[in-house]
């Protein structure tokens, strides 16, 4: 387009800012759990997954998340947030104070529901969060120009002393303070940061402002969950639950996209596999599943679903809580990429199949998925019936069956996940064409 191509605006015209995508994208993207308290997720949980203590309706919570959508993608303030919310939690009971059952103790406790006050904090903590993911999505997109990192408050009377000592901090944009430190640093922290270069850094000196380029000493403290018991170390200065960096823990969510799948597919195996043992010993498949398998319990007290068949019942499940999420869960060795159809190496868990297992009874803890990858690495016994492989192995005192089928992309799906019996297991593979191994451990 040339100079002489652009016309001027009409008298009338408004220029808009663009909406915060990144910031919208996190809010639709979780996922919604009944909760009594909010010390029942625990920091980066609360990036998948949107929650509103001793609120267990899923229309409610549906309610609360459009409206804060609403309000990132519109720019609105709390008063058009409140005056959405306020006369539906009103209508439905949601307001005031009401004795509910504690699922912990089962004792009736005097809960606050509704008020002016719990909706600021609904508001303000879910939209800076999402802001927050928003921002420091941008300044991983411009590190390379805009290297460095500057911590800012409101240099007002509310800031708390801990925030105002890292007022104009300025450090590299992957120093690991950020890891704990990014705003906001707990309940009504107005903090914020922003990227900079090393000429701006210079202008700032001469401008007459403090310049920190030296990262203070993180102290740490106990903090016991008065839910659950357990102590986690907090950063002094940080609200608990506040210690991390929302918008790393979504781009490490994000990092577990196809697209990376695809990389670790054409990876050194022991890469591979350690990438994947990664996701059960840092506790990110625990997450998932746990956060799943609340999100299934939500779901479940709408009576929606207790008319539907339990195909029709999976299938709505699946349909409501996906959200996309694709992980590697195990990486198949080469000599037995022959038998699987010598499709990729590593093989893929999605929402679907992970929804589908956890809608049924009993299903099996994040300990036992965490043996996926040893099954799949050295199988006592595998079969194929049909399209699907059957691979089987004893780990612990318990007899693993994995079932495993070629997706639409060509990739390994994991399909299921089960213990069985070595009778059951030997009765299974008589349908198929054994593959490797023969007899399967016989227990007591």
């Known amino acids: 387009m040339s100079g002489n191509d652009l016309q001027p605006l009409p008298p009338n015209a408004r220029l808009q800012p663009l909406p915060p995508q990144a910031a919208i994208d996190y809010l639709q993207g979780k996922r919604l759990l009944a909760s009594f308290d909010w010390q029942e997720l625990w920091q980066e949980e609360h990036n998948r997954a949107l929650v509103v203590a001793k609120m267990a309706r899923l229309d409610l919570l549906q309610a609360v998340q459009a409206a804060l959508v609403e309000a990132v993608r519109d720019g ?173 823990a979504q781009a490490r969510a994000a990092s577990q996209s196809a697209a990376l799948l695809g990389k670790l597919d054409q990876a050194a195996p022991a890469l591979a596999q350690a990438h994947v043992r990664d996701f059960f010993d840092s506790g990110d498949f625990g997450r998932w599943h746990k956060q799943l398998q609340s999100a299934i319990a939500t779901a479940e007290a709408d009576e929606r679903l207790a008319a539907l068949s339990p195909a029709a019942r999976v299938q709505q499940l699946q349909t409501e809580l996906g959200r996309g999420e694709v992980r590697g869960v195990a990486v198949v060795p080469p000599p037995l990429r022959p038998h699987l159809g010598a499709a990729p190496p590593v093989v893929r868990l999605g929402d679907p199949q992970l929804i589908a297992q956890l809608a049924q009874p009993a299903p099996l803890s994040p300990a036992d998925y965490a043996q996926l990858p040893a099954l799949i690495a050295a199988p006592q016994q595998l079969v194929q019936i049909g399209p699907r492989w059957l691979l089987w192995r004893q780990i612990d005192g318990k007899l693993y069956q994995a079932e495993l089928a070629t997706g639409s992309d060509g990739a390994l799906v994991l399909l299921a996940l089960q213990t069985t019996t070595p009778a059951e297991a030997a009765q299974m593979a008589q349908t198929g064409q054994l593959l490797i191994g023969g007899a399967l451990w016989q227990g007591d």
Do not use: M
């Not at 390379?144 to 408050?153: D, F, N, S, W």
């Not at 704990?180 to 000196?205: E, F, M, Q």
């Open 76 to 248: 609105s303030g709390l008063a058009e947030f409140t005056a959405r919310l306020k006369p539906l939690l009103e209508r439905e009971g949601w307001w005031g104070k009401k004795l509910l059952p504690d699922p912990l103790s089962g004792e009736l406790v005097e809960a606050q529901l509704g008020s002016p006050r719990r909706l600021q904090t609904i508001y303000e903590v879910n939209t800076r969060q999402a802001y927050a993911v928003g921002r420091w999505a941008r300044i991983e997109q411009n590190k390379a120009v805009l290297p460095y990192v500057r911590y800012v408050t409101r240099r007002d009377e509310r800031v708390r002393a801990s925030h105002r000592s890292w007022h104009g901090l300025t450090l590299p944009v992957d120093h690991p303070f950020w890891q704990t430190h990014a705003p906001p640093n707990g309940w009504r922290c107005r903090c914020s940061v922003y990227a900079l270069s090393a000429s701006a850094i210079n202008d700032l000196r001469e401008a007459g402002e403090a310049v920190r380029t030296e990262a203070p000493i993180i102290e740490w403290a106990d903090w016991t969950n008065t839910r659950t018991g357990e102590v986690r170390r907090v950063p002094v200065g940080i609200d608990p639950g506040f210690g991390y960096n929302p918008g790393q």
